[in-house]
T-cell receptor, first 111, second 117 residues
Framework: EDKVVQSPLSLVVHEGDTVTLNCSYEVTNFRSLLWYKQEKKAPTFLFMLTSSGIEKKSGRLSSILDKKELFSILNITATQTGDSAVYLCAGRASGTYKYIFGTGTRLKVLA | DGGITQSPKYLFRKEGQNVTLSCEQNLNHDAMYWYRQDPGQGLRLIYYSQIVNDFQKGDIAEGYSVSREKKESFPLTVTSAQKNPTAFYLC????????????????FGAGSRLTVL
């Protein structure tokens, strides 16, 4: 059965810290991995990763995929209180529209 | 503005009643999805639809039903057979398979919170 596992489940840091969130996956015929940020209601899209070793960046956030070891990481540098949210990752197999989500990592950034 | 509209935002239901959650999109997306979110369990797929008049069960379809009569609409009915329906329900859409790099990104609605009394 396909699955996506995120770690840690929760994390508390102080403003200015750097955090690394992990996402490992077991998805048959893997095609792509998505990262989302969910603050209160609708998850908002962060990154889509399809190729190994190519870093995607957006401001203080970056992400990379390792298709050999079947994982992805999301890095946030110089964290701010506005980064407090649940971060979700999801994997998709080729030939299907079905996305499998992990349980999410709840990040809290203290001022 | 293009997006996904879910209604109602909050819904209360008595045990034994069926309820229908609405999901409408004006993004011209082919694929639509329903997810359920419980605390500590991430998003679990209920149903998804790749095209009009076609849909597939997800991982937790029991006690739910859907229809896809129009491209823009994908309503979810929570039936009395669903034993633990209190949850946050998220509808999403994606453009579908295609050559565009963003073709497979999910866009979410704001969600509907269902509470069974």
């Amino acid at each position: 059965e396909d699955k996506v596992v995120q770690s840690p489940l929760s994390l508390v840091v102080h403003e200015g810290d750097t955090v690394t969130l992990n996402c490992s996956y077991e998805v048959t015929n893997f095609r792509s991995l998505l990262w989302y940020k969910q603050e209160k209601k609708a998850p908002t899209f962060l990154f889509m990763l399809t190729s190994s070793g190519i870093e995607k960046k957006s401001g203080r956030l970056s992400s990379i995929l390792d298709k050999k070891e079947l994982f992805s990481i999301l890095n946030i540098t110089a964290t701010q209180t506005g980064d407090s949210a649940v971060y979700l990752c999801a994997g998709r197999a080729s030939g299907t529209y079905k996305y499998i989500f992990g349980t999410g990592t709840r990040l809290k950034v203290l001022a | 503005d293009g997006g996904i509209t879910q209604s109602p935002k909050y819904l209360f239901r008595k045990e034994g009643q069926n309820v229908t959650l609405s999901c409408e999109q004006n993004l011209n997306h082919d694929a639509m999805y329903w997810y359920r979110q419980d605390p500590g369990q991430g998003l679990r797929l209920i149903y998804y639809s790749q095209i009009v008049n076609d849909f597939q069960k997800g991982d937790i379809a029991e006690g739910y039903s859907v229809s896809r009569e129009k491209k823009e609409s994908f309503p979810l009915t929570v039936t009395s057979a669903q034993k633990n329906p209190t949850a946050f329900y998220l509808c999403a859409s994606s453009i579908g398979q295609g050559l565009l790099s963003g073709a497979n990104v999910l866009t979410f609605g704001a969600g509907s919170r269902l509470t069974v009394l």
